[in-house]
């Protein structure tokens, strides 16, 4: 009788990867272009944190290494021992068979140089919004900047906060600021608690668990910052394994991608100071926004990666 093929957690069949025999691969290097080949042949997406099969393999292969991702160049010709080996065909093969986000495997992503904690209970970051705050927040910014003094920046929201990284990355850049930071998720809640306990910002940064503004009161505040669910139907039906492996919740915007963000765009008045804003990514709607929203003037704001993907509305404009 034939031997079953192994599948994944879905049913699908699992593929077969080429064997590696002792001293075959040797350095970094090595079993980084293995992973490469690797991930090529099985057509994994690539969109949470790394961008190509290649820095996704050297991110592996550095988190497991316990090096930094900067340091990779220095050490790619160092060679791996046995046991660190088997470790990194571990990973390759895990993020192969499994198709689980690279961050997943590790529990760690980068955003703008400094880690987080990530697992399942969180969607993996990779918000254009830090960027944004570096280029649009603060005094001779590249593009003009929409708040001049990052230090008269008081009280900052984060809408939907998952792990808590666009908070602590808030909280880092506007230093005299408390933050605010809400999500739905219980689980999410904990895995941001357990970032901003890690950064030493229990003091400036409170969690809230609830739907959007409905634990906050009446408060209100200079800046809010939102990476809410923005996924339609559509898209819903067609992301990819490794985005089936996060919180659905994370991604859901309703039929048209917009419900989330109507219920923001509605709300952020009554709890937006006079010369306050509201700045919120969207993804690829841009279209399905300016048409929902004619009569607001939303500045669309592109980064090195994207363009028109996140909008940036004052106060006085949302009425």
Request: glycine share 10%; proline share 6%.
């Amino acid at each position: 009788m034939a031997k079953p093929a192994k599948t994944t957690g879905r049913g699908r069949a699992a593929p077969d990867l080429a064997k590696v025999g002792p001293g075959e691969l040797v350095t970094l290097l090595d079993f980084v272009r293995y992973a490469v080949s690797r991930f090529v042949e099985a057509k994994l997406a690539f969109a949470h944190g790394t961008t190509d099969p290649v820095a996704e393999a050297a991110f592996l292969v550095c988190e497991a290494l316990h090096l930094n991702p900067d340091q990779f160049e220095i050490f790619a010709n160092a060679r791996v021992t046995t046991a660190e080996g088997k470790t990194l065909l571990d990973l390759i093969h895990q993020r192969v068979t499994t198709r689980k986000p690279a961050a997943y495997l590790v529990n760690k992503i980068y955003m703008r140089g400094l880690p987080f904690y990530v697992d399942e209970r969180v969607i993996v970051p990779r918000s254009f919004i830090g960027e944004l705050l570096e280029s649009h927040f603060g005094a001779g910014g590249e593009a003009g900047s929409l708040i001049d003094d990052p230090t008269a920046v008081e009280r900052v929201l984060d809408l939907c906060t998952g792990s808590g990284c666009l908070a602590i990355l808030a909280a880092h850049h506007f230093p005299n600021a408390t933050v605010d930071a809400v999500d739905i998720s219980k689980g999410a809640l904990e895995v941001a608690a357990r970032n901003v306990d890690e950064y030493g910002l229990e003091e400036r940064i409170s969690l809230y668990h609830g739907d959007l503004f409905a634990p906050l009161g009446g408060k209100r505040y200079d800046l809010i910052i939102t990476n809410p669910p923005y996924v339609d139907a559509e898209g819903m039906a067609a992301l990819p394994p490794e985005c089936r492996a996060e919180p659905k919740l994370a991604f859901d915007g309703g039929a048209d991608g917009l419900d989330v963000v109507r219920r923001i765009l509605r709300d952020a008045p009554d709890h937006l100071t006079a010369d306050g804003g509201l700045i919120c990514e969207i993804g690829r709607g841009r279209e399905l926004v300016d048409e929902a929203f004619p009569e607001l003037p939303l500045l669309w704001l592109d980064t090195e990666d994207s363009e028109g993907e996140v909008f940036w509305i004052a106060a006085a404009d949302l009425g």
